[in-house]
């Protein structure tokens, strides 16, 4: 079965920036460059929400409209890594983030999910 595996959250002031990554491996009859992936976010209290996307084809979708131009995705197809690069952070960001597989595209339903990494932003 796929593995995912994140890692690069933590604790950061407002206005900060952290970089996210997200390494898939044990993939059996395709490859890493045949998936979108997904970073996804839940908050406390609330229903997990998709964040943005990288398609195979290196399409970005955007889930979360408050991240347009402060949050970038980006994908390293030989090291298997997608990341998440998060400038401008707000403590409403704060929230444990997962990757996903989402199939060959966007679609906002993942397949093969992370355990998540913790991001915490202080005011």
């Known amino acids: 079965e796929v593995r995912i595996v994140e890692s690069g959250g933590g604790l950061v002031q407002a206005g900060g920036s952290l970089r996210l990554s997200c390494e898939a491996s044990?993939?059996?009859?395709?490859?890493?460059?045949?998936?979108?992936i997904g970073w996804f976010r839940q908050a406390p209290g609330k229903e997990r929400e998709g964040v943005l996307c990288i398609s195979p084809t290196g399409g970005i979708t955007y889930y979360a409209d408050d991240v347009k131009g402060r949050f970038a995705i980006s994908s390293d197809n030989a090291k298997n890594t997608v990341y998440l690069q998060m400038n401008s952070l707000k403590p409403e960001d704060t929230a444990v983030y997962y990757c996903?597989?989402?199939?060959?595209?966007?679609?906002?339903?993942?397949?093969?999910w992370g355990q998540g990494t913790q991001v915490t932003v202080s005011s």
């Open positions: 996903a597989t989402e199939g060959s595209y966007c679609s906002g339903d993942g397949q093969y």
């Open positions: 044990r993939f059996t009859f395709d490859d890493f460059d045949d998936y979108a």
